[in-house]
């Protein structure tokens, strides 16, 4: 079974500090995807990153980097110089392949709940 | 492009009313989630269509909830009589997927209470 663990729960920093959410995941699938999605306050699901297993290079976009191990089986997110905008639950996923074949279903993790002080 | 579309955005009903949620998936996309979220469970696949056909409803808790697709734009998540351990946020989520993942974009949410 698929289980994906985010072992923080709630972090607090204070604004510019940067801040890194981790995410360890279990499959036995070859071929998987990884995903995180972002849930501000106001409730939706924003979309931040996909990777899928066979791709280990880190990657940036903005102030948000993300860092891929198979090894130790991480899929790490990192905030550089963190703002109040950035306070939200953080959401790691994990895809596993579906009857149809393709990879359909998410796994999520419980969620960490980031808190961004001025 | 308009995204994942859900009505109502919170619901309140009594215990044992019949509760209808709404999805329009985004067009062209060929499957569609529904996911519950509660505080205990966090986020958790209920069921999913792919082509108006359901494909997976392991999730979906017990025989008072069911789900439709009549046509590829519109879904329908139904619990009928609804109990209060039914009050959560109810997500719908729709993606395109030929040959690999593609990203599954989340609707805004329906919050439902139960008194």
């Known amino acids: 079974a698929q289980k994906v663990t985010q072992a923080q729960t709630e972090i607090s920093v204070v604004e510019k500090e940067d801040v890194t959410l981790d995410c360890v995941y279990e499959?036995?699938?070859?071929?998987?995807?990884l995903f995180w999605y972002k849930q501000p306050p106001s409730g939706e699901l924003v979309f931040l990153i996909r990777?899928?297993?066979?791709?280990?290079q880190n990657e940036i976009s903005g102030r948000y980097s993300w860092n891929f191990q198979k090894s130790t089986s991480s899929f790490n997110f990192t905030i550089t110089a963190s703002q109040v905008v950035d306070s939200a639950v953080y959401f790691c996923?994990?895809?596993?392949?579906?009857?149809?074949?393709?990879?359909?279903?998410?796994?999520f993790g419980k969620g960490i709940t980031l808190s961004v002080r001025p | 492009d308009a995204g994942v579309i859900q009505s109502p955005r919170h619901e309140v009903t009594e215990m044992g009313q019949e509760v209808t949620l709404r999805c329009k998936p985004i067009?062209?996309?060929?499957?569609l989630f529904w996911y519950r979220q509660t505080m205990m469970r966090g986020l958790e696949l209920l069921i999913y269509f792919n082509n108006n056909v359901p494909i997976d409803d392991s999730g979906m808790p017990e025989d008072r909830f069911s789900a439709k697709m009549p046509n590829a734009s519109f879904s329908t998540l139904k619990i009928q009589p609804s109990e209060p351990r039914d009050s959560a946020v109810y997500f719908c989520?729709?993606?395109?997927?030929?040959?690999?993942?593609?990203?599954?974009?989340f609707g805004p949410g329906t919050r439902l209470t139960v008194l």
């Open positions: 989520a729709s993606t395109r997927q030929k040959v690999i993942t593609d990203t599954q974009y």
């Open positions: 067009s062209g996309h060929d499957y």
């Open positions: 996923a994990l895809s596993e392949p579906s009857l149809t074949g393709a990879n359909s279903k998410l796994t």
């Open positions: 990777r899928n297993s066979f791709d280990e």
């Open positions: 499959t036995r699938d070859t071929t998987y995807y």
